[in-house]
């Protein structure tokens, strides 16, 4: 029987480092603001606005709200990410996916400047992932005070997607070997199976990303060290899909009919085979808010150092 990846008790300790880095912060008359941009009333995505209004609640982060009906112009909405940039209590955004469909969301995303694109979801955050530039974030051993250091290096100004980064910390957490591992990704999307196959290609792992059209999905992930699976698809993933010893990672959120939670994998069938094996709920969900917390902290030192507090002789 597989050992649980929890992500509960990392993300705890995640946010406990950064409330610390917060309070240093307010020493220095420093405020860090997260905003918070909701439109419409996607069940998801408003479960996760008030997860993480809570979550600012807990570690000292002040959060501003941005909440918009789906009736909303793409006007209004650039108007706002426009007032964010400018907003120098506002260290960085989350932006609530999906946007109304008649929104063209990526005009949205890169107007926001890459130094509050927390999520890294804009088009210059991605390219840095790619180009190796800001992976120095998971590349160099987290340690206490990685956050500071960080903050004067250039190469770490974009910021790393809060899902696929949770999951590398969660793993390295759990000190599961990256380096020359077949890690199989299930999902492509630009939030989560990209940038999370950057991110195990920076760590010299072999990486293969599956999707809606790959054939023989199973042939795909029965040779994966580390299987992860980012589709929204209950139950895409069996027991019998799986290599015995394998690391399962499961970023997959579904809403049963019954109102339960559920990942992407069976979990009792594949639990049987895995080393590891991440829960849902438990497992990736609450780190990758803890990272986005991070990222804000991260953010928020960074320009701190940039612009230091000066005082009068
Ligand atoms: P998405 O819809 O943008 O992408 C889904 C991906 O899965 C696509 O690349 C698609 O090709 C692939 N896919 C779908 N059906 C498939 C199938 N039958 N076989 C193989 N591949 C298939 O979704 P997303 O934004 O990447 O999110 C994926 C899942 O992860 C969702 O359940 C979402 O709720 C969850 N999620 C969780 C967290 C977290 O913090 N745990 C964060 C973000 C997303």
Not at 43 to 54: D, E, I, M
Not at 163 to 176: C, D, N, Q, S
Not at 259 to 270: A, E, L, P, Q, Y
Request: aromatic share 4%; with cysteine.
């Amino acid at each position: 029987m597989a050992d649980i990846l929890d992500g509960k008790t990392l993300a705890e300790r995640i946010k406990q480092r950064v409330r610390r880095e917060v309070a240093s912060l307010n020493k220095d008359a420093v405020d860090v603001g997260l905003g918070v941009l909701l439109t419409g009333d996607n069940p998801a995505s408003v479960q996760y606005y008030k997860t993480t209004l809570g979550a600012c609640r807990k570690t000292g982060i002040t959060a501003y709200e941005f909440r918009f009906a789906d009736t909303v112009s793409l006007n209004e909405l650039l108007n706002s990410i426009h007032a964010i940039n400018r907003d120098e209590r506002i260290h960085g955004l989350l932006m609530l996916m999906p946007l109304p469909a008649r929104i063209n969301a990526r005009r949205v995303i890169n107007t926001l400047v890459p130094e509050k694109d927390i999520d890294g979801l804009g088009s210059i955050s991605v390219g840095r992932l790619s180009a190796d530039e800001s992976t120095i974030q998971i590349i160099r051993q987290t340690g206490a005070n990685t956050m500071n250091r960080d903050a004067m290096n250039p190469a770490a100004w974009s910021f790393l997607p809060c899902t696929p980064f949770g999951v590398i910390r969660l793993l390295e957490h759990y000190k599961v070997p990256i380096r020359g591992r077949h890690v199989v990704i299930i999902g492509k999307s630009l939030a989560v199976g990209k940038p999370l196959s950057m991110m195990f290609l920076a760590k010299e792992a072999t990486v293969t990303v599956c999707h809606r059209e790959t054939r023989d999905l199973g042939s795909m992930t029965r040779q994966a060290d580390i299987l992860c699976s980012a589709t929204g698809k209950a139950a895409l993933v069996t027991g019998d899909m799986v290599k015995r010893g394998a690391v399962v990672v499961d970023v997959g959120i579904n809403m049963l009919q019954d109102g339960t939670m559920t990942g992407d994998v069976d979990f009792r069938s594949v639990a049987r085979k895995a080393s590891l094996i991440t829960p849902v709920p438990g497992g990736v969900g609450p780190v990758t808010v803890a990272m986005l917390l991070e990222n804000t902290a991260r953010s928020a030192r960074r320009f701190n150092m940039l612009h230091p507090s000066m005082t009068l002789a």
